[in-house]
Each structure stands twice: as C-alpha cells, then as structure tokens.
Nanobody
Framework: QVQLVESGGRLVQAGSSLRLSCATS????????MAWFRQAPGKERESVAA????????YYADSVKGRFTISRDNGKNTVYLEMNSLKPEDTAVYYC?????????????????WGQGTQVTVSS
C-alpha cells in the first residue's frame, strides 16, 4: 500500500512561483511512475506532468510546458512540481498519483494511488 500526501499549495499572484511536494510512504517508491494531475472547478481532471521511475523520462501537458518541472528524490520518497510563471488558469486542486505500470502513463486510469490534493489559487 502506498500513501501520498501533497503539500505546498496556497494563494499566489500571477507570475509567481510555487513548489508542490508529494511525500510517499510504503515500499519501493523508486519503482513507481509518479504524476501530477489537477482539477479546476467545473472541469475534468487533467494530467499536468509525469515522471518515470528512473526519472529518465518526463511528460508535460502543453499548457504547462516550459513553466512547470517535475522531479523526484528517490532517497526522500518525494516527488516535486516546480511551477513558474503561474497564471490564473493554473488555479486548481493538484493531485499526486503513483503507478507501477511500466513506461510513462499520462492518463488518470493508469494510476493506482492518489493523494488528497492541495489547492493552488492564482490571482490576477
């Protein structure tokens, strides 16, 4: 069983930076692919970024490419999402997710474990 706990979300102004963290418990964190998803009010959940278990591969949604960076520290069992140049449309609840599926899944149905989410609000 894997437990995920996100932190770092808060209210910021447009153009600001923010770093989200996702601390995991359980064994074999380094063998899990990890991802960040987000869901804004009234909208469907969307994938934001993903990172393979060896961190050799990463994925970014077009909407965040060049602004967000996903990384992982397998020694600390933690995955991060560095968010720069934040925009009001980045406002959402951000969720961390984990899967043992091979490769670099980018859809929510591929992920087995989810955190409770952390709210990011970007004011204009």
């Amino acid at each position: 069983q894997v437990q995920l706990v996100e932190s770092g979300g808060r209210l910021v102004q447009a153009g600001s930076s923010l770093r989200l963290s996702c601390a995991t418990s359980g064994r074999s964190f380094s063998t899990y692919a990890m991802a960040w998803f987000r869901q804004a009010p009234g909208k469907e959940r969307e994938s934001v970024a993903a990172i393979a278990w060896k961190a050799f591969s990463t994925y970014y949604a077009d909407s965040v490419k060049g602004r967000f960076t996903i990384s992982r520290d397998n020694g600390k069992n933690t995955v991060y999402l560095e968010m720069n140049s934040l925009k009001p449309e980045d406002t959402a609840v951000y969720y961390c997710a984990a899967t043992r599926m091979m490769g670099l899944p980018t859809t929510g149905d591929a992920y087995d474990y989810w955190g409770q989410g952390t709210q990011v609000t970007v004011s204009s």
